[in-house]
């Protein structure tokens, strides 16, 4: 049930920013939501005593910055992502950070086997599917904007892990979240901050009673909501477990946004199939080598 709660969460996390983009310009989103995030977690982290550990950056503070900056680079692809194209290619083509993530692998040294190369030949395929295009450099704009996404979202995961594992001071998942969401906020300020107040300004004027506000405070609330579930379910279930499950997502961002009329073709179908097959493969691929590798 956990599980299926992140499926959940996640998925709304991309409809509510669909919804709020049809509105809103990228940088107030961005804003928007993780000063939200912001407030929420300083909240929660002084009724739960958490506060404290945000000062415990010694060795590791570095890295936090680091992690802040592909938050922000993978936000603001993702925005523009949703700006450009549809939620439920969104969340299809964001599901590829299974395919960058062995790729990063690759250049740190692991070598992949038959099965990851055929896996991600069928995800590449998969992509060119869903985005339509008839060969691979055709992509429309916010086809590109989610595989850049996508990628961040791969390389960010390594750039944590070394803060989980770090020897010297591992990063707590307070620490880590709290720190990726205050410096993408950070680095969506600096990234427009020559337009920052007139931005603001002026899509303060278009909050109200409708549905795009509805996203956009929603997006706030998922963010979160995925910091706590997302880190909760990787404490409890195995890491192939809980991203195998991830690849439900897109069916049921696909459903949801059928009733905001966005639409899918036969072929976009085969290809959400046929990518999250591959990312199948990839991730019992990978659990299965690691088991090895620990006998």
Do not use: H
Not at 43 to 68: A, N, P, W
Not at 188 to 197: D, H, Q
């Amino acid at each position: 049930m956990s599980l299926l709660v992140l499926v959940v969460v996640w998925g709304s996390y991309y409809v509510a920013n669909k919804l709020a983009l049809s509105v809103f310009c990228v940088v107030f989103n961005g804003v928007f939501i993780r000063t939200f995030v912001l407030f929420s977690m300083l909240l929660v982290g002084t009724f739960t005593g958490k506060i404290k550990e945000i000062f415990r950056v010694r060795y590791i503070f570095s890295r936090l910055v680091l992690i802040g900056l592909l938050g922000f680079a993978l936000d603001i692809t993702a925005f523009l992502g949703f700006k450009y194209s549809t939620a439920s290619k969104g969340a299809v083509l964001l599901r590829t950070d299974v395919l960058f993530s062995t790729v990063i692998s690759m250049f740190l040294g692991e070598v992949p086997g038959f099965v990851d190369i055929l896996s991600m030949v069928l995800m590449l395929f998969g992509v060119v599917l869903v985005s339509g295009s008839t060969d691979l450099i055709k992509f429309s704009y916010g086809d590109i904007f989610f595989l850049l996404s996508a990628f961040f979202i791969s390389l960010n995961a390594f750039v944590i892990r070394s803060v989980q594992e770090d020897k010297r001071n591992p990063g707590s998942d307070f620490v880590i979240a709290f720190y990726n969401n205050f410096f993408t906020l950070v680095f969506f300020c600096l990234f427009s901050i020559n337009s920052l107040v007139r931005e603001l300004t002026r899509n303060f004027t278009l909050l109200g009673a409708n549905i795009e506000t509805a996203g956009l405070v929603m997006g706030g609330i998922f963010q979160y909501l995925i910091y706590v579930v997302y880190y909760r379910n990787l404490r409890i279930f195995p890491v192939w477990l809980v991203r195998t499950v991830l690849l439900l997502m897109p069916a049921y961002v696909i459903f949801v946004m059928s009733f905001f009329g966005e639409s899918v073709t036969a072929k976009q179908l085969i290809g959400v199939l046929v990518i999250l097959f591959g990312g199948f493969l990839l991730t019992m691929s990978n659990y299965f080598n690691k088991g090895r590798e620990k006998r």
